[in-house]
């Protein structure tokens, strides 16, 4: 299970695996690094995907398959 972030990065949006320095690829939208997550995240055996904000703080989070998400009842977003 690997979980992503996805970043700003200057003028793009990066998915950044949880623990790595360097972005697995750099994205003109947030929803296009937000899919290359989900994307990678599934690949890896699945995780959680956090999207951050321009403020750098978690504004979304979303359990990608095959991992459990933790919390069923609340993610009615997804």
Do not use: F
């Amino acid at each position: 299970m690997t979980n992503y972030h996805v970043v700003r990065r200057g003028k793009e949006w990066a998915p950044l695996r949880e623990g790595a320095e360097k972005a697995s690829g750099l994205y003109p939208t947030q929803g296009e690094a937000e899919r290359a997550a989900k994307k990678h995240a599934h690949n890896s055996g699945g995780g959680e995907v956090r999207v951050h904000g321009l403020d750098g703080k978690i504004r979304d989070s979303d359990t990608v398959a095959p991992a459990k998400d933790p919390c069923p009842p609340r993610d009615t977003k997804h």
